[in-house]
């Protein structure tokens, strides 16, 4: 026992180290899975939230052009070449628009107005946002390269007078300011147009590059190197973008306007850290059940140590009463299988005493033709007719073998089953069974209906026993419809997985199913049951290997009860396997 305790103790051990390893590799892949993909979903919404905010920032801007190009105002100091109010007035427009610039230019290009005023004078001829409003008369968006630097964005529309063009008016997007607002985040933002140039960023030195471009540069300002900092031990999730060696998440976000895209790249910042202040706390925790663990092992092997000496005494005298208990037992098995089959021989015997009745009732028939037969063949004999006497005789003889085989079935059936385990054909078990309860069923008017299949239903158990429980459900089937005025009884035999028999009445159905098949349960009046017959037929069936059950039938099916007896079919060459009771 202390062997097993010390192994026992080893591999609670090794199982605890084995869970802990499990469940700490499980946590950790589960967690970072988790707080990554928390990440991810933080970075795909504030995506959408700046890509929202840019693409509102150019549908309000691209409606100002439109209402410019129709002021009279405008119009009239393009035709009259007057623009001495023409810049205070786009000023003044600006600021009650919020747009980043406006600029109105004459049908030669040149700048005769403009919210900056540096810009007078100045000849835009060959620029886009003045030759493509010319070429469609409708707004056209534009991006060009700025002289301080990165991209200018404008709308600019044609400005047209009694059918021909005087003017284009051209209305800057201030984009700047929105990408001012993500630079103050941990994430590094870019925004590329149809062609994969970087036209906003939070980093300036990106603007004018495409993605693998920018991705090259090594000196980053503030912003970019606080969203690649990251630990260099990273491998539970593969990043997707590297950037001066470190693994960053990239997201890309597709904005509904001229096949723009915005990219951004997140850090993985205090995802590890998360993580690992869990493993911390599951490793701690661990390290206190393996610390209890030991505790209450040494404890026990002192408990043990000290309790060895007394249980010692205590399991001889344990043994030696078990022994006598065992040597009870055996005894008190052998005489439960003596009273057994003491009780199941005067079931038989009560059986026999209700059938003597109808069987001296079927041997008197026979006598008295015997009889009538013995005085025709005497008359005969004497008026020297020995052939027709010799048919009387015959007739006798037949009649003595019909009396022979009352008495052979009552012999067979009164003697002792014993362990003579044979294929039985159920079909000709309960031919037998009929056989000898043919009297009681002729003593009144009984509807005796048999469902038989055409093939044998063959079955492995005593021949005797089972035609024993065979009567004995007959004879409760004929108690059950005694006071019934048309009295029926259905047997039916068939077979599948296992062998069937059922009896079915038409009585009243019996009142507590649950109490059936107990000793000394009866629904009989005093006298006229013991109470032991489906007890003992049960346990016979049990010994079969089999189950006999019983319910009763409501509705349309009609009223009373169903006996159904469940045994193995019997399998060639199974018969040394004899059937076990189920204990």
């Not at 988790?34 to 920032?57: H, I, M, P, Q």
């Not at 400005?159 to 051209?170: D, F, L, P, W």
């Not at 951004?264 to 690992?276: C, G, L, M, P």
């Not at 000394?520 to 037929?537: M, Q």
Request: a positive charge; hydrophobic letters at 45%; proline letters at 4%.
């Amino acid at each position: 026992m202390a062997t097993i305790s010390r192994w026992s103790f080893r591999g609670a051990v090794l199982l605890l180290l084995i869970v802990g390893a499990v469940t700490i590799w499980f946590t950790n892949a589960w967690l970072t899975a988790r707080f990554s993909e928390n990440t991810k979903v933080r970075t795909e919404l504030r995506s959408a939230l700046y890509s929202g905010n840019l693409l509102s920032e150019l549908q309000r801007t691209a409606v100002v052009p439109l209402l410019l190009a129709r002021d009279p105002a405008l119009i009239s100091a393009l035709r009259s070449g007057d623009f001495s109010t023409t810049s205070a007035r786009l000023i003044t427009a600006q600021k009650e628009i919020g747009a980043a610039s406006i600029t109105l230019l004459d049908a030669s290009g040149r700048t005769v107005g403009a919210t900056d005023r540096n810009l007078l004078g100045a000849n835009y001829v060959q620029e886009p946002f003045y030759v493509e409003p010319l070429r469609s008369r409708d707004t056209v968006f534009t991006v060009s390269p700025s002289k301080r630097g990165g991209f200018e964005f404008a709308y600019s529309r044609a400005m047209v007078a009694e059918g021909r063009t005087v003017g284009v008016i051209v209305v800057g997007a201030d984009l700047s300011r929105i990408v001012r607002s993500w630079a103050g985040i941990s994430d590094a933002v870019a925004v590329t147009d149809s062609n994969g140039t970087i036209i906003l960023a939070t980093e300036p030195r990106w603007r004018g590059l495409t993605l693998p471009e920018a991705l090259e540069v090594r000196s980053a300002p503030s912003a970019i190197a606080r969203a690649f900092q990251v630990t260099a031990d990273w491998t539970a999730v593969p990043p997707d973008a590297y950037v001066a060696g470190k693994a960053v998440m990239q997201s890309e976000t597709r904005i509904p306007f001229r096949g723009w895209k915005m990219i951004s790249f997140t850090t993985y910042d205090s995802v590890r850290e998360r993580v690992n202040a869990v493993l911390a706390l599951e490793i701690m925790g661990f390290a206190i059940l393996l610390a209890g663990l030991f505790f209450l092992m040494s404890r026990r092997a002192r408990v043990e140590s000290r309790a060895y000496m007394r249980e010692s005494a205590d399991l001889r005298a344990l043994n030696q009463r078990l022994t006598l208990e065992i040597a009870e037992r055996e005894r008190m098995q052998k005489e439960l299988r003596v009273a057994e089959q003491t009780v199941q021989q005067s079931s038989k015997l009560a059986a026999l005493g209700e059938m003597s009745a109808g069987v001296s009732h079927e041997l008197n028939q026979p006598l008295a033709a015997m009889k009538t037969y013995l005085a025709g063949a005497r008359v005969l004999l004497q008026r020297g007719r020995s052939e027709e006497a010799m048919s009387s005789f015959q007739r006798i003889d037949d009649l003595i073998e019909r009396m022979g085989s009352i008495t052979r079935q009552l012999k067979s059936y009164a003697r002792k089953g014993g362990e003579a385990f044979e294929p039985v054909d159920l079909r000709a078990a309960l031919s037998s069974a009929l056989a000898m309860m043919e009297p009681q069923l002729r003593s009144r008017t009984i509807r005796l209906s048999r469902n038989l299949p055409r093939y044998p239903v063959m079955v492995y158990c005593d021949r005797i026993r089972l035609e024993q429980v065979i009567i004995n459900l007959l004879r409760n089937a004929i108690d059950a419809i005694k006071s019934v005025k048309e009295p029926m009884i259905e047997i039916e035999v068939n077979s599948g997985a296992h062998a069937y028999l059922s009896v079915r009445d038409n009585g009243p159905g019996v009142s507590d199913l649950e109490k059936l098949f107990e000793p000394f349960f009866t629904t009989k009046k005093p006298g006229e049951g013991t109470g032991l017959g489906l007890a003992i037929s049960s346990g016979i069936v049990s010994d079969f290997g089999g189950r006999l059950t019983a319910h009763n039938l409501s509705g349309d099916g009609g009223s009373g009860a169903v006996f159904e007896m469940e045994l193995p079919l019997h399998q060639p060459g199974s018969e040394a396997r004899k059937p076990v009771a189920a204990e």
